[in-house]
């Protein structure tokens, strides 16, 4: 089973940025679509951005788009969330999550919970923006 690993999580203050790294076990091609989640205690948990390995497309929440990139690094088995103009309601728990076969983004969005549709998660990593 694919292991997923985030890191660069950390604390900002408003306008900062961070990019988060989610570093899987196995090549990003045997990885259909991976994506960023986030969570602050009491509420759903939430997509932020999402990535189709092979095709390349990209996904964003309208709250993050122009702000935040998701891009895929092949050799490395990485996938990163360049974060910048970060604002404090963007403070949670951001989880990294893939499959192997994964339904189109938009089915998930509609569906409303797009985190029920990934089975590999990884332990989260916490970002903070402070005012």
């Known amino acids: 089973q694919v292991q997923l690993v985030e890191s660069g999580g950390g604390s900002v203050q408003a306008g900062g940025s961070l990019r988060l790294s989610c570093s899987a076990s196995?090549?990003?091609?045997?990885?259909?679509?991976m994506g960023w989640f986030r969570q602050v205690p009491g509420k759903v948990r939430e997509w932020v951005a999402a990535?189709?390995?092979?095709?390349?497309?990209?996904y964003y929440r309208d709250s993050v788009k122009g702000r935040f990139t998701i891009s895929q690094d092949n050799a490395n088995n990485t996938v990163t969330l360049q974060m910048n103009g970060l604002k404090p309601e963007d403070t949670a728990m951001y989880y990294c999550?893939?499959?192997?076969?994964?339904?189109?983004?938009?089915?998930?969005?509609?569906?409303?919970?797009?985190?029920?549709?990934?089975?590999?998660w990884g332990q989260g990593t916490p970002v903070t923006a402070s005012s």
């Open positions: 196995d090549p990003l091609a045997n990885i259909d679509c």
């Open positions: 990535i189709y390995t092979v095709a390349g497309r990209t």
């Open positions: 999550a893939a499959d192997v076969e994964c339904p189109p983004w938009t089915v998930t969005v509609v569906a409303g919970r797009s985190d029920k549709f990934l089975k590999l």
